[in-house]
């Protein structure tokens, strides 16, 4: 599938990008096998406006176990994704590559309705899905200044049952693993050691549909997706402490609303503030932006 | 009331098996089309035999050219042909590309301007591509209205079955063939008064007579399809008992009379001689039955007014002569349109037959489509004889003859055949949910009213896939749009359903499309639903799972995914 995030942002100290590729995420669990290009025009708070594109290139594979109960799919995965710029001291991301393995259980019995009643939703009972996995990860900034590796586990917890109760459930990742700074300009400039680090990252979010809140009309399609990310960093040299971060708690809320439109799926505003494990700098952001996909 | 007395409106997912990929592939070579081109159709077509899809026209184009293109004798063409062939073909030779949907069709435009099959009664590239595209669509009624949508609002066709029966493979076979009867009966209760089902008998399919029945008194069947030369002879003692039947019932037939066509093999071809039916015609002489093709044309082209001595066509001629209810068609005579004498003969043929009294009302018009698309689009074999036939013959070979032929009544509502009353009892007795206004002849002969539920072609509640496909989604869809109900719910975009939530990107959005994945194969499993072909449970979540994270996908669009890959008790009849 091909899908991409157009986005204009107006930001304090952000940047301006006009294509996207799932940049919010990191792309936790399964990979989405193939090869995806979203140009990009990037004007970062400093450095001078640049063409780009966010790329993924990923191959997976899985097995599928498909029963009426806990039904499961076992998957392994490889995958390139980054956003890459013509002048690279001007890309305010990083380029990944990871390898990753796990397995995604769904928490729910189907059990279908027979074929002489209406059609209804059917029994058992659903309470949404667990994907647990490891990924092995490399990091670095496009000049390779910057870089790490970290091994880490995660757990991911979602679910997508329309019944009101469940709209405050939050969806969940939690991350754990040890990371090794492989070079760092920055941390060198201070004379900080690259000893193991261990970073813990959790993230929670819902997904609130005002027509599952209740609302009628053209304002049930309208969801608002708040958010918190808190992370941790121990073990890190006191010396990197003066040009780095060592944890941090990011907010955000998005509103999506989807369109008929043949070339807009969606349009969205995102409000977000604080600071990221690779973005130290505390900062606020407005993201105002379309849904484009074929 | 025109009538195209001779058509098809299966898909070919009702009949592909690995025996009937090579039958279509041998046609596909018979048309003149060079090797790469039928191994293209015969890769493409096993493919969907072992892994049944739903294909749009954007995927179905691309996988024909890379198909194409990825074939030895394509490259030893390119490499043959280097100087003489175009840039766009020459760079394909280097191997399948990724290109979009414009630049496939230009492809294909100049690939079939360099082979030079242009000529009439041979096929183009393009005409391959075209033919496929309609067969391959996710439901008869689809094909059906694709014929349909270029004739009159009350004119009508005759629904021909094709039984391309898959001994080795029984399974697959014995399910196809009936989601084919279901299709075609729907077919004609989804567009009432307008097509004529004729159930396919096949003696190599050992319940081959019950089936028979079963459609002609049950699904609204009226007549009866044979093609011997797909391995089975028609003088035999079965073959009799179907005879019988059609004689006692007041069925007619249609008898594939050609030695072109779909044949199992070269001794096959011959099965269709109409020199066999004197024995069985003497012994039924009311027998209804119309010689498709009459012969094959070449019987038609030799001199003008007078049929070739020692021909098939003779010998159809001669049957007409002794037995009032034998008939002839012209299906797929496209030769003739290339012009010059052959022409001049054929169409004085033509008219001499059609209006010798001794003949007259017995010489149908009918075009073979959706085969004929191998060679020309429908509309257009439709404008030929339109514009070359005097209008008083032409009117007589589409509207009096198939009338008298099918049994349809007059005019006046009076003398109407016990087949065709059985057909307008069959679609009475779904009076409460047609799908389009009945046709007038048809609303008088039931009588009473009919209730119009416009159908929407891939989404019907009485497919289990479909119904099974909505039962999910209500698992997972808002309020607001639960209240859109079934009918309306096909358009509705997967982007609408609460696992969306965020789109691609958002967090745990992969993990709820292959968790959605996994659910709806657990579901229909759970109904009782088997896989089709070759599909298992990580190739099936892998199909809905790419389903689910297109957002514009609808949810028609899922429920014929499902079908494809799951078979439901449903299908069996």
């Known amino acids: 599938m091909n899908r991409i995030r157009l ?9 301006l990008v006009s294509g996207l590729l799932g940049a919010q995420a990191d792309s936790p669990g399964e990979c989405d096998t193939g090869v995806k290009i979203a140009p990009a025009l990037v004007r970062p708070d400093s450095g001078a406006t640049t063409l780009g594109a966010r790329f993924a290139i990923a191959r997976g594979s899985a097995r599928a176990k498909v029963t009426q109960s806990f039904a499961r799919r076992y998957y392994t995965c490889a995958e ?3 956003l890459a710029t013509a002048r690279p001291a001007s890309n305010p991301d990083d380029l990944k590559a990871r390898m990753a393995g796990g397995v995604l259980f769904v928490l729910a019995k189907v059990v279908p309705p027979k074929p002489e009643e209406p059609p209804n939703p059917g029994g058992g009972f659903d309470y949404g899905y667990l994907s647990v996995g490891a990924q092995v990860l490399g990091e670095a900034n496009q000049r390779f200044t910057e870089s790490l590796v970290a091994f880490r586990g995660e757990l991911i917890y979602t679910h997508d049952q329309p019944e009101l109760v469940w709209q405050f459930v939050p969806h969940v990742l939690l991350a754990y693993g040890l990371s090794r700074v492989t070079a760092s300009r920055l941390r060198d400039s201070v004379g900080a050691s690259d000893d193991n680090e261990q970073l813990f990252d959790a993230t929670v979010n819902w997904g609130l549909s005002l027509g599952v809140l209740g609302a009628t009309g053209p304002v049930a399609r309208l969801t608002l997706i708040p958010g918190v990310r808190h992370f941790e960093k121990t073990g890190v040299d006191p010396r990197a402490k003066s040009v780095d971060i060592t944890s941090g708690t990011h907010t955000s809320i998005m509103a999506m609303y989807p369109t008929s439109l043949k070339w807009i799926s969606a349009v969205f505003a995102e409000w977000a503030r604080g600071p990221l494990p690779t973005q130290p700098q505390r900062r606020r952001a407005w993201l105002i932006g379309v849904v484009s996909g074929t | 009331m025109l009538i195209n007395a001779h058509a098809h409106v ?39 035999v072992a892994r049944p899809e739903n294909l749009d026209e954007n995927e179905l184009l691309a996988r024909f ?25 020459r760079l394909l030779g280097d191997g399948p590309k990724k290109l979009g949907t414009a630049a496939l069709r230009n492809v294909l435009d100049k690939l079939s301007t360099a082979l030079g099959t242009t000529a009439a009664g041979r096929s183009s590239v393009f005409d391959i591509y075209e033919t496929l595209r309609i067969a391959l669509e996710a439901d008869i009624v689809t094909v059906a209205d694709h014929l349909l949508g270029h004739m009159g609002p009350e004119d009508g066709l005759v ?14 076979d014995r399910a196809n063939f009936r989601a084919q009867i279901r299709g075609t009966s729907d077919a004609a209760v989804q567009r009432p008064g307008r097509i004529f089902p004729f159930i396919a008998v096949n003696s190599k399919r050992a319940d081959h007579f019950d089936l028979m029945r079963n459609a002609l008194e049950k699904l609204g069947f009226v007549g009866v399809k044979l093609y011997p030369s797909l391995g089975y002879q028609v003088d035999t003692e079965p073959m009799k008992q179907v005879f019988d039947y059609c004689v006692q019932n007041d069925v007619p037939i249609v008898m594939h009379c050609t030695r072109g066509g779909f044949y199992a093999s070269q001794q096959t071809q011959s099965f269709g001689d109409p020199a066999i039916w004197e024995p069985i015609l003497k012994a039924r002489p009311t027998l209804r039955i119309c010689f498709a093709h009459c012969g094959g044309e070449e019987g038609l082209e030799s001199a003008p007014g007078t049929v070739k001595p020692k021909t098939w066509t003779a010998e159809i001629v001669k049957l007409m002569e002794l037995y009032p209810n034998a008939c002839m068609d012209v299906a797929y005579h496209t030769g003739m349109m290339s012009g010059g004498v052959v022409e001049t003969n054929y169409l004085a043929t033509i008219q001499a037959l059609a209006t010798n009294p001794k003949y007259q009302n017995r010489i149908l018009f009918g075009t073979d489509a959706w085969i004929l698309r191998l060679t020309m689009a429908d509309d257009s074999f439709w404008q030929y004889f339109v514009a070359k036939l005097p209008a008083p013959v032409f009117q007589q070979m589409a509207g009096e003859a198939p009338r008298r032929f099918l049994g349809l009544p007059m005019a006046d509502g009076t003398g109407i055949r016990p087949n065709m009353q059985r057909f307008v009892d069959f679609i009475a007795s779904h009076r409460d949910a047609v799908g389009a ?18 159908s929407i072609p891939g989404w019907n509640l009485k497919n289990h896939a479909h119904f099974y496909t909505y039962s999910y989604a209500l698992r997972v869809m808002t309020p607001a749009d639960t209240h859109l109900g079934f009918p309306k719910s096909a358009d509705l975009p997967l982007r609408r359903l609460t696992y969306w939530i965020g789109g691609p990107g958002s967090l745990g959005f992969d993990t709820r499309c292959e968790g959605n994945a996994l659910k709806l194969a657990a579901f229909c499993k759970a109904a009782g639903a088997v896989y089709e072909g070759e599909y298992d449970d990580d190739s099936a979540v892998e199909q809905f799972a790419n389903v689910f994270e297109n957002g514009d996908t609808t949810l028609a669009k899922l429920a014929a995914t499902v079908d494809a890959v799951f078979r439901f008790a449903s299908e069996d009849i």
């Open chain 1, 7 to 15: 986005t204009t942002a107006f930001s304090t100290s952000f940047l």
């Open chain 1, 80 to 82: 390139g994704r980054g």
């Open chain 2, 10 to 48: 299966f898909n070919l997912q009702t009949v592909l098996s690995h025996q009937a990929v090579k039958i279509i592939g041998q046609r596909v070579r018979d048309r003149g089309l060079p090797e790469f081109v039928v191994e293209a159709v015969e890769r493409l077509l096993d493919e969907l």
């Open chain 2, 65 to 89: 050219v890379v198909r194409i293109a990825s074939t030895n004798s394509f490259k030893s063409f390119v490499a043959a042909n280097l100087d003489a062939l175009p840039v766009e073909i």
């Open chain 2, 159 to 172: 629904a021909l079955m094709m039984d391309i029966t898959a001994e080795q493979e029984p399974k697959r």
């Open chain 2, 437 to 454: 206004e009945p046709t007038p002849w048809l609303r008088a002969a039931a009588g009473g009213t009919f209730a119009v539920l416009p």
